[in-house]
């Protein structure tokens, strides 16, 4: 059965990190690219990074570049999003999906793990 599986979210003060990892289970991870997305209950959902099946390309939205960075273990069949100085803005629920190709459509996506950043 595929399955994705986030984990690493939590609360966290401004300034501090996180780092999410997306494992995967009843299929190979490298066949597809992976995408970070987060939404919260009632607004719309953003795409925050993508990384292509090699791990050779990457994407990021324009509010998270220079402070996320994408990358993935196929060998682990898992995906991380490591967030550094994290805003308040950035309180979310973020999930992993994956994609055919990067801005591509969903074809699965996990539960999702809650980020909190507030002082």
């Known amino acids: 059965q595929l399955q994705l599986v986030e984990s690493g979210g939590g609360l966290v003060q401004p300034g501090e990190s996180l780092r999410l990892s997306c494992v995967a289970s009843?299929?190979?991870?490298?066949?597809?690219?992976i995408g970070w997305f987060r939404q919260a209950p009632g607004k719309e959902r953003q795409g925050v990074s993508c990384?292509?099946?090699?791990?050779?390309?990457?994407k990021y939205a324009d509010s998270v570049k220079g402070r996320f960075t994408i990358s993935r273990d196929n060998a682990k069949n898992t995906a991380y999003l490591q967030m550094n100085d994290l805003k308040p803005e950035d309180t979310d629920v973020y999930y992993c999906?994956?994609?055919?190709?990067?801005?591509?459509?969903?074809?699965?996506r996990g539960q999702g793990t809650q980020v909190i950043v507030s002082s």
């Open positions: 999906a994956i994609q055919y190709y990067c801005s591509g459509p969903i074809h699965a």
């Open positions: 009843g299929f190979a991870l490298d066949y597809y690219a």
């Open positions: 990384i292509s099946s090699s791990g050779g390309s990457t």
